[in-house]
Structure formats: C-alpha cells, structure tokens
C-alpha cells in the first residue's frame, strides 16, 4: 500500500506488489507513470508517505530517518543492487576501484578479498580485461555492464534496473540484455523498470503495467500480451508494439 507525495501531488497511489525468491518482474508503462519513483522507494532513494516496504526482515516505514536509522539504512541496501539509468560510475575511479568501494567501505571485505569479487563479477557480464580503465574510456553498453557487476559486489537478495537499456545505443542495447537474462537464468531475483518489451515477454515471470501512480495490470507474459484484461493495458500495447 505504497503511497508516495510530491507536497500535493499523490505520484503513487497505494501501490501492492509481492515479489518472490527468484522471480523477475519487469514493469512497464508510459513515461510519469510512477515506474522509477516507486522502484526508488525500495530502497529509500526516495522517502514515501504511506505503507511499508518489506526486505527479508526487515521493514522500511515512512518515519525512517537517514541519521536515526542508518543501521537498517544500510542493511536494506546491502540486500539491493541498484542498476542505473545512467551507469552513475565515478570517471575519477578505474572500473576495479569502482566495484571495490561498497564492499571496503559498507561490507567492511578486505581489499584483496573485495578486489577479487570484483574480478568475478566483471568476469560474469563478460568485461574483467577493462578492469584496469576508467568509465569514459568505455563504450555506454560496457559502462552499463560495469554497473551491473558493481551491484552484483555486495551480493544483492534482489536486483533493480531502472530502464538500464535507455541511454544506450541500439547496437548495445543487446549486450547488457544479454548479461540480464543470463542473470534470470541463474535465479537472480529482479524488478525492471524496461521500454524493451521483447526482454519483458521473453525473460519475465511476470509483466506489471503501471499507469498513473497505480498498478493497472500484472499478469504472466503470454496471458498480458496476447490478452490484456484492462482498456488502458490494451492502448498502450497497440501503441509501443506497433513502432
């Protein structure tokens, strides 16, 4: 029952959402929907003014301080990587120290040991031969990847990308979906916020339309796109599935 206010302006209206142990869901909608906002509450990016948000054990409220409750600031975000419209990489860091910082710094991971799940992770989204480059010598759908195994470092519960695919290049765009549907394949529990309609029918579990600050529909992919319930749900498939 996520209710979330800019002043006067409800933005998310009492939002339920379930998400289980190994299952992907992708949402969907049109731009100022809510989709970002909502994903950002999760992990307290964003204050929100009504319900809870449950992690595990753990249980953000609209009264968390970010002094007072640092601890289980903290702790939440230790148990969600957060993936990054646009990579949000530190240029000044090469790629290793970028994946390196959370777990020094937060996980309190020695730096060898941190340094070497750093590795593992950029072995896994296919890029540890950049380990020793910095982000702007990279290409977008390289830093974007980078992101990812960056999130992947404090061995997340779950994983959310908020439209990870949106400021690349086309011919990129397949290269981090590709490392994304690897991730489902091995059990990655994940929310993304996505345009790519081909990944959310392939890849989802589930497909959540969101419109207005509410969920409209959610359904498993085959029975959402081939037979949406709701008019809304309807208008907007004809119109993203025609272009």
């Given at each position: 029952n996520l209710v979330k206010r800019h002043g006067a302006l409800e933005v998310i209206k009492g939002v339920s959402l379930e998400v289980k142990k190994g299952e992907v869901d992708a949402i969907i909608g049109p731009s100022g929907g809510g989709k970002s906002t909502f994903l950002r509450c999760l992990n307290a990016l964003e204050p929100f003014q009504g319900g809870e948000v449950r992690i595990g054990e753990h249980v953000l409220t609209p009264d968390v301080h970010p002094t007072r409750d640092a601890r289980l600031l903290q702790a939440v975000r230790q148990k969600i990587g957060f993936v990054f419209q646009q990579f949000n990489l530190f240029p000044h860091l090469s790629v290793l120290d970028n994946l390196t910082?959370?777990?020094?710094?937060?996980?309190?991971?020695?730096?060898?040991?941190?340094?070497?799940?750093?590795?593992?992770?950029?072995?896994?989204?296919?890029?540890?031969?950049?380990?020793?480059?910095?982000?702007?010598?990279?290409?977008?759908?390289?830093?974007?990847?980078?992101?990812?195994?960056?999130?992947?470092?404090?061995?997340?519960?779950?994983?959310?990308?908020?439209?990870?695919?949106?400021?690349?290049?086309?011919?990129?765009?397949?290269?981090?979906?590709?490392?994304?549907?690897?991730?489902?394949?091995?059990?990655?529990?994940?929310?993304?916020?996505?345009?790519?309609?081909?990944?959310?029918?392939?890849?989802?579990?589930?497909?959540v339309f969101m419109d207005q600050g509410q969920i409209i529909e959610q359904a498993p992919p085959a029975s959402f796109f081939d037979h949406p319930e709701n008019e809304r749900t309807r208008a907007f498939l004809q119109q993203v599935l025609q272009h």
């Open positions: 910082l959370s777990p020094i710094h937060v996980a309190g991971t020695p730096r060898r040991e941190a340094e070497a799940l750093a590795m593992a992770q950029l072995e896994r989204v296919h890029i540890a031969d950049q380990a020793s480059k910095f982000p702007l010598q990279l290409s977008g759908g390289q830093q974007q990847r980078v992101a990812i195994a960056r999130a992947l470092c404090l061995k997340p519960q779950i994983l959310l990308f908020d439209e990870p695919t949106s400021a690349l290049d086309p011919e990129m765009i397949r290269e981090v979906l590709d490392v994304m549907v690897a991730l489902a394949e091995q059990g990655t529990t994940m929310v993304c916020v996505t345009h790519e309609m081909g990944f959310a029918r392939q890849v989802a579990d589930r497909v």
